[in-house]
C-alpha cells in the first residue's frame, strides 16, 4: 500500500469532525433564517402569531429566524407551543 499526501490521515478525518460538530452545535445556538427567507411579517396569520410559537424568546426574539421579532408577527416556521 502507497501513502498518497493528497489523501488525508484518519485523524485529520476526525479531528475536522470534531471541528465541524463543534461548529454546527455552535450554529444551532443562534438563529438562522434572515426573515424574509421564513417569510416573516409583523402581522398575524389568523390565530397564528409569534407571541404562542414555540420559538419566541421574549421579549422579540426567535430561535429560528433574525432580527427583531414582533409579538403580533407570523412566519412560515410557525409552532404552537
Not at 463543534?22 to 409569534?50: L, R
Not at 421574549?58 to 409579538?71: F, M, N, Y
Amino acid at each position: 500500500m502507497t501513502h498518497d499526501k493528497a489523501c488525508p490521515s484518519r485523524r485529520t478525518i476526525l479531528v475536522g469532525a470534531a471541528i465541524a460538530a463543534g461548529t454546527v452545535s455552535e450554529a444551532k445556538a443562534q438563529p438562522t433564517f434572515k426573515q424574509a427567507d421564513a417569510m416573516y411579517q409583523t402581522m398575524p396569520k389568523g390565530d397564528q402569531h409569534c407571541g404562542v410559537c414555540s420559538s419566541f424568546k421574549p421579549p422579540d426574539a426567535c430561535q429560528l429566524v433574525q432580527g427583531t421579532i414582533s409579538r403580533n408577527g407570523w412566519c412560515q416556521f410557525f409552532s404552537a407551543e
